[in-house]
């Protein structure tokens, strides 16, 4: 009797779960963004014209108060950041306060007593990778500090600037309202930190504004959102549909532009998977 050999061949399949975990979320957002095209070119046809608010700038769907979100990439963005209100200067105080009267961060009593104090800001938020390039401010107070350097014009105050240009005298002092930052770039947050110090427990500097600049390379959207549901609910669209990973009815994570030749373009401004899944009709 022959001897029978089988010969057993075995193939193995690598499975990645979170891949095709992604690779379904972005197949819904292709078909939600499809959908979404559809419906506004079809309510521009019957209506001659797109609904109310898309235009040529990247805008978020949805019905929230608040739809200033990093969409995408792209070229450098200028953003700013400038506090110069109690809203605005709502960081850390330590020896030092808000003065509404005039709008200035200001030494308390205690910071006086001590000669110095800080305030701490706020973190902010450049939403993508961003370089950040200068700072700036406005000193309301102090009076009677070191005079300009030799011929010059004091900068940099609300009013009452000292002007030397008439009179010859050594460097005494130097006042600078900016700076310009060299070594804060590739960072998404930006926190700053004053310190306030006097001479003279009876007289506090007076802080009226400071500024920060920056370039990031995120698509910034506006934050006023775009309600597309009385305009193609239920007409032309069921609802108004979310994207899958962090989508909301306020901030549906859907972005819409009119480009050239009134075409639609809509994009998910979740980068799942190394790309912003995008359709154009």
């Not at 399949?13 to 979404?36: E, K, V, W, Y």
């Not at 040529?56 to 110069?84: H, K, Q, Y």
């Not at 107070?141 to 609300?158: Q, V």
């Not at 609910?233 to 819409?256: E, F």
Request: charged share 10%; hydrophobic share 35%; glycine share 8%.
């Amino acid at each position: 009797m022959g001897a029978v050999s089988l010969l057993a061949t075995f193939i193995f399949i690598s499975i990645n779960p979170a891949q095709q975990f992604t690779n379904s979320r972005n197949n819904q957002r292709l078909n939600d963004l499809r959908g979404l095209a559809d419906a506004v070119y079809q309510y521009s046809v019957d209506n001659t014209g797109t609904p109310l608010g898309i235009d040529a700038e990247w805008r978020v769907i949805g019905t929230g108060a608040n739809c200033n979100i990093n969409c995408g990439t792209a070229g450098p963005t200028p953003m700013s950041f400038t506090d110069n209100s109690q809203v605005a200067f709502n960081g850390a105080y330590s020896n030092t306060q808000f003065i509404t009267a005039n709008s200035t961060v200001q030494l308390t009593s205690a910071g006086r007593t001590a000669l110095t104090g800080t305030y701490t800001s706020t973190i902010k938020d450049g939403l993508s990778s961003s370089t950040w390039q200068t700072m700036s401010w406005i000193s309301i107070k102090p009076y009677g500090k070191e005079l300009p350097n030799n011929k010059a014009i004091e900068t940099g105050y609300t009013s009452g600037n000292a002007n030397i240009t008439k009179y010859v005298i050594g460097h005494v002092g130097k006042f600078n309202s900016s700076i310009h930052f060299t070594n804060v770039s590739a960072n998404r947050y930006f926190q700053y930190r004053v310190i306030l110090e006097t001479d003279n427990n009876a007289i506090t500097p007076a802080l009226g504004s400071i500024t920060i600049s920056s370039l990031t390379n995120a698509t910034i959207t506006p934050s006023q959102c775009v309600d597309l549901t009385a305009s193609l609910v239920p007409k032309y669209l069921a609802y108004i549909p979310i994207d899958p990973s962090s989508g909301s009815s306020a901030t549906t994570n859907y972005a819409i532009k009119k480009t050239g030749q009134n075409r639609i373009s809509v994009m998910s401004c979740v980068n799942d998977g190394g790309s912003n899944v995008t359709y154009t009709k």
